[in-house]
């Protein structure tokens, strides 16, 4: 019996040795890897990049406007009457104050010789009057009523001429005049379309930027356009725009001002603005893809003596590729422009220069 509590104690004795051996040897070769990882050299990150270098930069947006005349108008008839001649031809240019329409003005000639020759009675009248006036054959009342008589007729007089005049359709300012609504003996009215006026030289182009533009446009800023079905590069001047931002679009509508003096341009034309903003010498440009945004700002990776350092960098312009750096970095720096959300600060890395 004794001989068989001894065999167990002797069983469990070596079982406790190898366990114990086991687990030695496990923590002295995990002592040594941890000791060789840290002693170990660590490789280095293969990463793309570019070094910094300064040109010049032009920046502009782009945005659709509409070609307008510089001038246009509805030609319209003062009066209801029937037309009696129409003196210009479809699609012909005209001059300020040239005749186009003359509508029926008998009916007015005729008030008007009536009311002339009342006119020249009531003088003749208010002149003997007069005359009676001043040897006090009359008195002061008799005299004013043939005068008020006289003034009123003078008055009607007058209302008439001005009636005529508007049996006289006249352009009311150079321009091309298009295609008539009306013939000769149609019945006109103030709502009768009879022609559309318009002045293309020089001609108006209309567009709208949006709002973190508008303290970098000015009057007199020159910009450039093109319309369809060619390739010609039109130029025009800013020279007006709205005091306040339209708050439903958050844009700002400006006019510039073009030449057309062959008359290519149309208004209501599609156009295709280039607004310029800015021109700066010597700037710093450094791909998009290299920045990072942060709480506070913008940071970049440049690699220095091999390892990654992080540098904070300030800008407010950016183009589809490229961000305008205003400070931060130095001509020459070299700009890691890939894996810059696997580096870490101060991680050694291994710059292929694009």
């Given at each position: ?32 890897g ?5 002693g ?7 990463v ?16 659709s ?16 009457g029937?037309?009696?001649s ?12 040239s ?12 008030q ?54 508007k049996?006289?359709?006249?352009a ?10 009306i ?50 590069v ?5 020279y ?10 958050r ?24 607004l ?35 540098v ?29 959300m ?9 710059v292929?220069?694009?």
């Open positions: 019996m004794k001989t068989k509590y001894i065999i167990y104690a002797a069983i469990a004795l070596l079982l406790g040795y190898l366990i114990y051996n086991r687990l030695a040897k496990g923590k002295e070769s995990a002592s040594k941890m000791a060789a990882g840290k170990g050299p660590v490789p280095a990150m293969n793309n990049g570019v070094i910094v270098t300064t040109q010049d930069f032009s920046n502009a947006v782009s945005v406007g509409t070609l307008e005349a510089n001038e246009q108008v509805q030609i319209r008839s003062e009066i209801s029937l037309v009696r129409i003196n210009f031809s479809e699609g012909s240019t005209v001059s300020k104050g005749l186009l329409l003359k509508i029926d003005d008998r009916e007015l000639q005729a008007l010789r009536q009311a002339l020759t009342k006119e020249k009675l009531a003088s003749e009248i208010e002149s003997r009057a007069r005359k009676l006036l001043k040897s006090e054959a009359i008195s002061v009342e008799e005299y004013d009523n043939a005068n008020a008589e006289l003034r009123s007729l003078q008055a009607q007089t007058q209302l008439i001429r001005a009636q005529l005049s049996t006289e359709v006249r009311p300012f150079s321009g091309k005049i298009g295609l008539r609504a013939s000769n003996g149609a019945y006109v009215t103030p709502t009768t379309e009879i022609a559309n006026l318009v002045s293309i030289n020089p001609l108006k182009i209309s567009f709208s930027v949006p709002e973190k533009y508008t303290q970098r446009v000015t009057i007199g800023t020159n910009i450039t356009f093109t319309v369809s079905g060619t390739s010609r039109f130029k025009a001047k800013v007006a725009k709205e005091p306040a931002i339209d708050i439903n679009t844009t700002l509508v400006l006019k510039a001002i073009a030449e057309n003096s062959d008359g290519y341009l149309l208004p209501g034309t599609f156009a295709n603005v280039s310029p903003l800015e021109n700066i010498k010597n700037a710093i440009l450094i791909p998009t893809e290299a920045v990072i945004p942060v709480l506070k700002g913008k940071q970049v990776y440049i690699s220095k003596n091999g390892l990654a350092k992080v904070d960098i300030e800008s407010n312009i950016r183009t589809e590729r490229d961000i305008l750096v205003s400070s931060g970095l130095s001509v020459g720096d070299t700009v890691i422009t890939s894996g810059i696997a580096i870490k600060p101060d991680a050694p890395v291994k292929k220069i694009n």
